[in-house]
């Protein structure tokens, strides 16, 4: 059963890239050079690519992972400027086309999705999750 609590919070996203990071590790992930100022994001962590573009370290090469990413793909994974993130990893949400090509491309496919019904001040309430296992496991 899916506890009122877990359906309540707002990090379930948050939740399911925890043990991921794929997304970290297969797209560039470029953003307008002054955001890096604003969000206080690291000078280390930013690369120049013209007068007015920017992107994260290790995501501008042929296998891109982003120097803000700490852990194993596919097991557990941390940003370490995760408050300070640019808005490309805000945008790229955890089941949209885009996680799911990175999850494939690093072996983490989708092999099934099931739904959790609950009720709550007899309302009826339903979650859908997707399950993933490592392409070896299926």
Known sequence: KVSEELFASED???RSCINCGACCATYR???????ADAN???DHYVQRLTAVHACMCGTNQTQPRCAALEGK???????SIYQHRPSP????????EKCLRARAKHGLIKVRESTTK???????????????????SI
């Open 12 to 14: 379930l996203t948050q």
């Open 29 to 35: 992930v470029s953003f307008y050079w002054a955001e």
């Open 40 to 42: 206080s994001i690291p």
């Open 73 to 79: 793909i596919g097991d557990q994974v941390a940003c």
């Open 89 to 96: 990893c805000h945008e790229l949400q955890a089941g949209d």
């Open 118 to 136: 609950f009720k709550k001040k007899k309302k009826k309430y339903a979650i859908t999750r997707m399950a993933y296992k490592p392409v070896g």
